[in-house]
């Protein structure tokens, strides 16, 4: 399992003593904090990555980790399809772009990424000239695929998502995920269980894909019932199915991918 221990971090970035704590004989930092759970995580995009990345202290806090496995299981069924340099789209790429980053980093595939968020649009392109790659960033002025003047004759080989995924009574006021308040944009999703923006993505993703183009998109563990919601949708719209397990400490993730062959 790839991944930085805390005890190694803390020798790449000073500034992450003041965080440390010792619990028994191990190191222990507070995530709760979100300038310790920032310095953690670029932390480990530099070490393991070799990636400089800022963060929006507004925005939700990936976890690299996360994404990587997200990534790594997505290109193995690219690579199962004989799809040698993809042309991506990522939606919703928000403040960080860690998910472009990375495959444009690790695979060198063509990649175009959307954000809706002024704020998180700017620190995106801020990262991607940061680390002298070339992403397209596009401001998606509130859609998901289709009505985009920038992609709007493009087909993808790759159409990827970590989708939100909250129910229409998510609120940002007083909830905290991922070390940082959410913005109002970040708690969408749509319907009972959280999928419409999901269903929106295959629906709208199938017109956008090549011939053995695939539709990738991560959901948290709960609840059961949007899973099964958004794998029935991708067989309704005539794609095949192939499902990972991706697991970082305690937390764990369903890669969901649908696809032509």
């Known amino acids: 399992m790839i991944g930085l221990k805390i ?11 003041k965080y440390v704590y010792k619990k028994g004989n191990k190191l222990r930092i507070d995530f709760k904090n979100k300038e310790a759970l920032i310095e953690y995580n670029r932390t480990i995009l530099k070490v393991l990555f070799n990636l400089d990345v800022e963060f929006h202290d507004k925005g939700l806090i990936p976890t690299p980790i996360n994404r990587y496995l997200f990534i790594k299981s997505t290109f193995k069924t690219l690579e199962n399809l004989n799809i040698k340099k993809p042309l991506v789209l990522e939606i919703g790429t928000g403040h960080s772009a860690i998910i472009s980053l990375l495959i444009k980093k690790l695979y060198n595939a063509e990649v175009y990424a959307t954000e809706v968020d002024e704020e ?8 991607i000239k940061r680390n002298n790659l070339n992403i397209k960033i596009i401001n998606s002025k509130g859609k998901i695929i289709s009505g985009i003047d920038e992609i709007k004759d493009k087909k993808f080989d790759l159409i990827i998502s970590y989708p939100p995924f909250y129910s229409d009574n998510s609120v940002a006021s007083g909830r905290k995920f991922g070390g940082a ?13 959280g999928e419409t923006f999901s269903f929106k993505i295959i629906e709208e993703g199938v017109n956008f894909l090549n011939k053995k183009g695939v539709i990738s998109l991560m959901l ?11 794998i029935k949708k991708m067989k309704d719209v005539g794609l095949n199915v192939e499902i990972d397990e991706i697991r970082t400490g305690n937390r764990l993730r369903y890669v969901i991918k649908g696809f032509r062959c």
Do not use: W
Not at 120 to 127: H, V
Not at 181 to 193: P, Q, S, T, W, Y
């Open 120 to 127: 998180f649009i700017n620190l995106a392109k801020s990262n």
């Open 7 to 17: 005890e190694e971090a803390v020798k790449h970035n000073e500034r992450l003593k």
């Open 220 to 230: 948290p563990k709960k609840p059961e019932k949007r899973r099964d919601l958004i």
């Open 181 to 193: 308040l959410a913005k109002n944009v970040e708690l969408i999703g749509g319907g009972k269980f």
